[in-house]
């Protein structure tokens, strides 16, 4: 098992809330990523980060934000939660301050958004 | 832009027998990795397999192993013997071997069942 967590698992909430979804690792990876999974199962990236401090957005646009002030944490924040939102969001993560294009990127479980 | 193609939503195999999926890639650059990934049902997406551009041989890890035609851009996942545990959505994903942060590029997912 990889060491890299989500949370929650599954969330269901209202209209207009705002939600934080949780990402940590515990592998000192420089690079994070955020990728939201369709009902299609197809996945596209929508924020990563190179390290602290340094967060970029991805090919699919969002709505959502995200954080990087430590090295081992990358939370993803909706401030007001929509049906459109309802999907699998993914993190993950890979080593290398560099490029490291071969090095392998490492999982978290998902969680499963559901906005009603 | 890098684009990653699987044309099998869905694939069956008989338990102890072989199967075969398909990926295709476009890319204009010459370094890049492949990479084929496994999502069990409610579980981390692992890692399957890696190939470099640049090597010519085709990677093997145990039972499975890719056809890597470079010039077809072509790069099909092999399952050899196959197991009950092998169901799960397999991604074929492209990573650039350029500075772009890692970022992975994923194809649509291929649904394998396994019969006993």
Redesign the interface.
């Known amino acids: 098992?990889?060491d890299i967590y989500q949370t929650p698992r599954y969330l269901v909430i209202g209209t207009g809330k705002k939600i934080t979804l949780e990402c940590s690792q515990t592998m000192g990876h420089d690079?994070m990523?955020w990728?939201q999974q369709d009902p299609?199962?197809?996945?596209?990236?929508i924020h990563?980060s190179?390290g602290v401090n340094s967060t970029?957005k991805?090919?699919l646009s969002s709505e959502s934000t995200v954080s990087r002030i430590r090295t081992e944490h990358f939370p993803l924040t909706l401030e007001s939660a929509r049906p459109s939102h309802t999907s699998q969001y993914?993190c993950?993560s890979?080593e290398?301050s560099?490029?490291?294009?071969?090095?392998?990127?490492f999982?978290?479980?998902?969680t499963r958004l559901t906005v009603v | 832009a890098q684009t990653v193609t699987q044309s099998q939503p869905e694939m069956s195999v008989q338990e102890a027998e072989t199967v075969t999926l398909s990926c295709t890639y476009d890319t204009s650059e010459s370094d890049y990795y492949l990479f084929w990934y496994k999502q069990p049902p409610s579980r981390q997406m692992i890692l399957v397999i890696r190939q470099e551009a640049y090597k010519q041989q085709n990677a093997t890890e145990n039972r499975f192993s890719v056809n890597f035609q470079k010039a077809a851009k072509s790069f099909s996942l092999k399952i050899s013997d196959s197991q009950l545990g092998d169901a799960a959505m397999y991604f074929c994903a492209y990573r650039s071997g350029y500075n772009q942060g890692g970022k992975l590029i994923f194809g649509q997912g291929t649904e394998l069942s396994v019969k006993p």
């Open positions: 098992e990889a690079k990523y990728y299609g199962m197809e996945l596209h990236l990563y190179y970029e991805g090919d993914l993950a890979s290398g560099g490029n490291f294009g071969g090095t392998e990127a999982f978290g479980q998902g």
